[in-house]
């Protein structure tokens, strides 16, 4: 069965370092997105990504983060410059109906941030 | 905008016992609705769905009945199992635009021996 894959599991970096988190999302699927969980909290949306440009953002999602699909298969969220607070499990989402609704995303793994 | 409520956790059962986990929800327009599982150091795995008013959802013994009159999405189970220890999200998606998922603030299911 296909499935989202998320490198890395996990991430130690320090405060204010830039971070790059990479997900493949399931080949044939159109929407793309991003969410986080802190821990012990709920998953919250960030982003998300249709035709090669941002369709839609939270408030969290602010001038410090970015996404992109440089090539054919890859998603990546990147953080500029790292805050403790951004320490959380990011997850990347992909969904393939266009339009419509009933078409479940499918979570990756998530990549555990750590920023110390 | 969109929200998902659903009952606090811990939930702690007896093996064999009968699960109910509440979740109601605010939305417009007809949303779908899904039950997510986490389960230790796991990501998020979806349970069911149900995308319209009286659907139900079903998987691995796990129901969820699409109330639009009570906007309710209760999970059930008749005879949950040790394995079944984990974190359930109520979550739903709009009926429109990219259908990012709303989330609830999960809760966690202990079942005991």
């Known amino acids: 069965e296909p499935e989202v894959t998320q490198t890395p599991s996990h991430q130690v970096t320090q405060m204010g370092q830039e971070v790059i988190l990479r997900c493949v999302p399931i080949s044939n699927h ?3 997105y991003w969410y986080r969980q802190i821990l012990g909290q709920k998953v919250e ?3 998300s990504f249709y ?3 941002i369709s839609e953002k939270s408030e ?3 001038d410090q983060f970015s996404v992109e699909r440089p090539d054919g298969s890859n998603f990546t969220l990147k953080i500029r410059s790292t805050k403790l607070e951004d320490s959380a499990m990011y997850f990347c989402a992909s969904r393939g109906v266009v339009g419509g609704s009933g078409g479940e995303q499918y979570f990756g793994p998530g990549t555990r941030l750590t920023v110390t | 905008g969109n929200s998902v409520t659903q009952m606090e956790g811990p939930v702690t059962l007896s093996e064999e016992a009968f699960l109910t986990i509440n979740c109601t929800y605010t939305a417009t327009g007809y949303p779908s609705l899904f039950w997510y599982v986490q389960y230790p150091g796991e ?3 979806l349970l069911l769905k149900a995308t319209k008013a009286d659907d139900k959802g079903s998987n691995k013994g796990f129901e969820a009945t699409y109330r639009k009159e009570t906007t309710s999405f209760h999970l ?3 005879s949950v199992q040790v394995s079944d ?3 359930y999200f109520c979550a739903l998606s709009g009926s429109g635009g990219y259908q990012k998922v709303t989330f609830g603030t999960g809760t966690k299911l202990q079942v005991i021996p």
Do not use: M, P, R, T
Request: glycine content about 10%; hydrophobic content about 50%; aromatic content about 20%.
């Open chain 2, 85 to 87: 220890s984990a974190v």
């Open chain 1, 45 to 47: 949306f960030l982003v």
């Open chain 1, 60 to 62: 969290i999602f602010d």
């Open chain 2, 76 to 78: 059930e189970k008749g």
């Open chain 1, 30 to 32: 159109l929407y793309f």
């Open chain 1, 51 to 53: 035709n090669n440009e």
């Open chain 2, 43 to 45: 990501g998020l795995q």
